[in-house]
């Protein structure tokens, strides 16, 4: 039974006061908040077996080792993948564009193409810009329109044989919008170009099944799914992986170092250069344990339920505008006053206590399509409540009272 009241024990960070006032959290698209039962298991590895992996003969080192190794098979259970080789740990989503953007150097030239949406966060912009930049292959947009949307019949047109790839996020960070990614890699497959999904906002919400998604790549962050920083996943289909050249050079990667010659250790090491992040892998699975109890439908119900109490509420207040209007979105509430900068209203909401982001959020093209500087984003999580909401509201009101 899910129950939110009996969810929020579960955080402890849920019952700090900030500036005098009970805290809300509403920057969950930037980061979650991360329960007891992951915070233990950070405590325990470095209270009892922090030791590095996968060399030591020693009791820690294998403890270490077989917990990590563990994590891995949770998240290839999680995903899906068809094997756990095909599950490599990075630091982030970040790091997992750019192994792969890194990876594709060799095989693009002058006059491929790959493409991007409207809709994405830098992150899967600029690593692929400067792979332009290596290849001389260009760079295509899909447009999106005025709910926040791609405009799919745009992509059709995009395609053709010289399509080598396409990277979309499942979700936008900045407006909620869930992509129609299986009408994207259906379409990219039948020209032949490979398909990278950014799921770092999808990971919290929905979970993703990448055999019958049938993508190439999958990327996404610990930190989005109640685990900690620093630390993600990278899924790639094995042939893929197989194809791509290593990111970084370094230890744990290599089978055999001569100054002649090296050769590279076989999947998931070969794309695993240096010490990992060893405590943030464990605990990514750990984190992928607890939303799994909690259950990705009950999930998906509740929040659906506070984006519509938050939608509806907040349409409520004069001159509030909402960008990302279409219906297929995740809880996250992107918002102007009219006349009055987002940034402002940020600091006035924190100052009562009220934890939500301004900015561009990381997706400049999509503040100049609407041409604002930004908005100010509410991003709703499973431990939120119904209350909190009606505090951001008249919070905003009271922001709208002082500085209109
Ligand atoms: N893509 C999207 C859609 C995101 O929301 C984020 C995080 N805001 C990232 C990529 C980058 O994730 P990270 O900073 O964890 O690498």
Redesign the pocket.
């Known amino acids: 039974m899910f129950n939110v009241e009996t969810i929020r024990k579960d955080f402890p960070i849920l019952s700090r006061k900030v500036n005098g006032k009970p805290l809300v959290y509403f920057d969950n ?3 979650s908040q991360t329960p007891q039962q992951v915070i233990d298991v950070i405590v325990d590895y470095y209270s009892n077996y922090n030791a590095n992996i996968h060399r030591g003969v020693h009791t820690l080192s294998q403890e270490a080792t077989d917990l990590y190794e563990a994590s891995r098979q949770k998240i290839q259970a999680h995903f899906n993948a068809k094997y756990s080789h095909e599950i490599i740990f990075t ?7 750019n192994l792969v953007a890194n990876g594709f150097s060799s095989l693009l030239k002058q006059g491929d193409e790959i493409i991007v949406s409207a809709l ?5 912009i600029v690593p692929w810009q400067m792979l332009c930049e290596r290849t001389g292959a260009a760079l295509k947009v899909i447009p999106m329109n005025e709910d926040g949307e791609l405009v799919m019949s745009e992509f059709d047109k995009l395609l053709s044989e010289n399509t080598k790839l396409v990277f979309v ?6 407006l909620g919008t869930i992509n129609p990614i299986e009408y994207i890699i259906e379409k990219a497959h039948d020209v032949g170009a490979a398909v990278l999904i ?4 999808s990971a919290p919400h929905i979970k993703p099944d990448v055999q019958a998604l049938d993508v190439d790549f999958y ?3 610990a ?2 799914i109640c685990g900690p ?1 620093g630390v ?1 996943m990278l899924y790639g289909k094995e042939e893929w992986l197989k194809k791509l050249p290593p990111y970084q050079g370094g230890g744990e990667m290599i089978a055999e170092v001569t100054f002649e010659k090296t050769t590279y250790a076989d999947l998931p090491h070969k794309f695993e250069a240096g010490t990992p992040n060893i405590c943030g892998g464990i605990a990514f699975g750990a984190a992928i344990d607890y939303t799994n109890a909690i259950g990705f439908d009950n999930i998906a119900t509740y929040e659906n339920e506070l984006l519509e109490y938050g939608t509806k509420k907040l349409l409520e207040i004069e001159g509030l505008k909402i960008y990302g209007t279409s219906k297929h979105k995740t809880s996250v509430i992107s918002f102007n006053l009219d006349g009055i900068h987002p940034y402002d209203v940020g600091t006035i909401l924190d100052k009562l206590g009220i934890a939500v982001r301004t900015g561009h ?3 400049q093209p999509i503040m100049d399509f609407y041409k604002i500087p930004g908005t100010v984003r509410a991003s709703f999580a499973f431990y939120n409540t119904k209350s909190e909401i009606d505090a951001l509201v008249e919070g905003v009101k009271k922001a709208k009272m002082m500085l209109s």
């Open positions: 698209a930037a980061t630091s982030g989503t970040t790091h997992g564009i994405e966060h830098h992150s899967n996020n499942h979700i936008s960070n900045a950014d799921g770092a906002q990327v996404t962050s930190h989005k920083t993600g959020h990381c997706a």
